[in-house]
């Protein structure tokens, strides 16, 4: 199965901070990639798809970028709502993998 | 209004089974992967099974080949979750997802719990 690494586990970041995560999967999965945004108690809601495509409704701050095995999730000018977990995903084919989350926290 | 309802959760000893339910309504079910999705108290998500819209291809996580299986109804637009031989960590919110574009649509989860 591919892995997904995702860096950092967690960050502490002010409104108004521009905020950068990363995925890095085991072997090459082309564009096949997603980034999910977690709040507590909720089901995650898609971000970006095909690496980085915007999903409809999703705020302009949100950007996705890579190719390959590198993957970056930026939100330019994080806001209050922004707080919460985000998770890349991997549809490369079956088994699908998730990364472990980052846990973006005020500062 | 879309709407994916999970139903089937509850306490099971180890070793028990379960059979998942995901009722769906307000797309077309028909034309949908579907998936499950997991998440263990205060952990991660975890990409548990897959489903193709036919039926035909289906996957599964490392941690649960050979003890889950997944189904489909089409005619029932429902997705199922057979889970055999649980054990103590598959205690977890089982999310119904289609984890595609345009149509992401989750459920809000059913719990299930192993415990003796």
């Known amino acids: 199965a591919i892995h997904m690494t995702q860096s950092p586990s967690s960050l502490s970041a002010s409104v108004g901070d521009r905020v950068t995560i990363t995925c890095r999967a085991s072997q090459g999965i082309r564009n096949d990639l997603g980034w999910y945004q977690q709040k507590s108690g909720k089901a995650p809601k898609l971000l970006i798809y095909t690496a980085s495509k915007l999903q409809n409704g999703v705020p302009s701050r949100f950007s996705g970028s890579g190719f390959g095995t590198d993957f970056t999730l930026t939100i330019a000018s994080l806001q209050p709502e922004d707080f919460a977990t985000y998770y890349c995903l991997q549809d490369y084919g079956y088994p699908r993998t998730f990364g472990q989350g980052t846990k973006v926290e005020v500062k | 209004e879309v709407q994916l309802v999970e139903s089937g959760g509850g306490v099971v000893r180890p070793g028990g089974s379960l059979r998942l339910s995901c009722a769906a309504s307000?797309?077309?079910?028909?034309?949908?992967?579907m998936n499950w999705v997991r998440q263990a108290p205060g952990k991660g998500l975890e990409w548990v099974s897959g489903i193709y819209w036919n039926g035909v291809s289906t996957g599964y996580a490392d941690s649960v080949k050979g003890r889950f299986t997944i189904s489909r109804d089409n005619a029932k637009k429902s997705l199922y979750l057979q889970m055999n031989s649980l054990r103590a960590e598959d205690t977890a919110l089982y999310f119904c997802?289609?984890?595609?574009?345009?149509?992401?649509?989750w459920g809000q989860g059913t719990l299930v719990t192993v415990s003796s």
């Open positions: 997802a289609s984890l595609a574009v345009p149509g992401d649509y």
């Open positions: 307000g797309f077309s079910f028909e034309d949908y992967s």
